[in-house]
C-alpha cells in the first residue's frame, strides 16, 4: 500500500519522470532566475488559495511544517525580558497568524511583522480589526534583506519559513547588517527553516534535483545552508548560541504530503490540464512532490539557529 511507502532511489527517478509529463517547462525550473516579481506573484496567487487547502490539512496558518507550534516555542525561549514591554520582530508574517499568536500570549510586548506582499499586509491587518484587544501589533510591507520602515531597537528578530527567501549572499548579508544595527545588546536573532545541507554537493544526483525542484517550487533560487548564515554571521559579528536540528521531527510531516503527490501523480492527464491553468499551483506542487526526498535522502534539512550580538 502507498500510505506505507518511503522516499526511495527508485521511486524518486519515478516521480521525477511523471513531474516532466504533467508540470509545464519542469526544466525552466533548474535556471534559478527568480526575482522579488516571481515570489510576490508566487504568494498572491497561491496564500489563499493552495495554502488554505494545506491549512484544512494540517490546522496551521502559519507554518509549511506544522510541529504543534514548536517553531514558536524556540522564539518564546529567547524573549526574556522582552516579555515585559520590549520589542520584537517577526519577517515574512504571512497571514500574521504566529505574530497574533505572541501577542496575545505577552500583551506587554511590541510586535512588528513585515512582509513583501500587500495581499499579505492587507490580510493581517484587516484580521488585526476584528481582534480589538491586540494593541500591540504593527504589520507593514518592507523587505527584510534592506527594510526601510522597521528601524528600531529589537529584543528578538525571527523568521519562522521566510529566511529561506532571503536566497542570495547579497540578500542575506542585508538582513544580517540590519540585525546587527537593530538588535539590543542581549537581543537574539531566531532563524526557523529548512537548509540547502553542507555536503549537497556530495549527494547523487537525482537527490540534488530533488531539492533544487523543491526550491524552485517555492521560487526559492538557492536556500542557504545553515554553514552559510553560521558564515556570514559570523562577518557581522553575529554569534552563535543555539543550532537545533529538527529534520527527523519535520519529516513525518513532509512524507506525508509526498504520498498525497506521489498519488495525484497516477493520473498525469487530470493534473497536467490544471497545472496549465494555474502555473503556480503546479509549481507548489513540484515542492510537495520533492521536499520529502530532500529531507530523507540527505540535501535539505530543517531546524533552528538562534545568534546574538558579539564583540
Known amino acids: 500500500m502507498i500510505w506505507s511507502w518511503s522516499p526511495t532511489s527508485d521511486r524518486l527517478r519515478l516521480d521525477l519522470t511523471r513531474l516532466a509529463r504533467v508540470v509545464p517547462r519542469l526544466q525552466e525550473f533548474y535556471r534559478k532566475d527568480f526575482t522579488a516579481p516571481d515570489v510576490t506573484t508566487y ?48 519577517i515574512g508574517f504571512g497571514k500574521g497568524a504566529n505574530i497574533v499568536y505572541l501577542a ?44 526601510v ?41 531566531v532563524i526557523v527553516d529548512g537548509y540547502r545541507s553542507a555536503d549537497f554537493m ?3 544526483p537525482d537527490v540534488q534535483r530533488a531539492m533544487l525542484l523543491a526550491e524552485s517550487g517555492f521560487r526559492i533560487r538557492e536556500m542557504p545552508s545553515k554553514q552559510t548564515w553560521r558564515r556570514l554571521a559570523a562577518r557581522e559579528r553575529l554569534v552563535l548560541v543555539d543550532d537545533v536540528d529538527l529534520t527527523a521531527k519535520a519529516l513525518p510531516f513532509w512524507i506525508r504530503i509526498w504520498k498525497v503527490a506521489h498519488a495525484l501523480l ?7 490540464a ?13 515542492s510537495l512532490a520533492m521536499t520529502a526526498y530532500a529531507l530523507a535522502m540527505g540535501s535539505a534539512e530543517y531546524g533552528v539557529l538562534v545568534f546574538t550580538q558579539g564583540p
Not at 55 to 61: D, K, Q
Not at 77 to 89: K, T
Open 43 to 90: 504568494f498572491a496567487k497561491t496564500t489563499f488559495r493552495d495554502y488554505r487547502a494545506l491549512e484544512l490539512v494540517t490546522g496551521s496558518a502559519a507554518m509549511h511544517t506544522p510541529m504543534d507550534h514548536d517553531q514558536l516555542l524556540y522564539v518564546i525561549a529567547q524573549m526574556g525580558e522582552a516579555v515585559n514591554g520590549g520589542r520584537v520582530l517577526e
Open 104 to 147: 496575545d500570549l505577552f500583551p506587554r510586548t511590541g510586535f512588528v511583522g513585515i512582509d513583501l506582499l500587500d495581499e499579505h499586509v492587507a490580510h493581517a491587518n484587516s484580521n488585526l480589526r476584528n481582534l480589538r484587544n491586540l494593541r500591540n501589533v504593527d504589520f507593514r510591507k518592507d523587505d527584510a534583506s534592506s527594510p
Open 149 to 189: 520602515t522597521a528601524h528600531a531597537s529589537y529584543d528578538v528578530i525571527f523568521g519562522i519559513e521566510s529566511c529561506c527567501y532571503l536566497d542570495t549572499v547579497e540578500k542575506q548579508t542585508g538582513f544580517l547588517r540590519f540585525v546587527k544595527r537593530s538588535l539590543t545588546p542581549t537581543g537574539r536573532l
Open 202 to 204: 556530495e549527494k547523487p
Open 266 to 272: 497516477r493520473v498525469p492527464w487530470a493534473l497536467r
Open 274 to 286: 490544471y497545472f496549465t491553468r494555474h502555473e503556480e499551483t503546479g509549481a507548489n506542487f513540484v
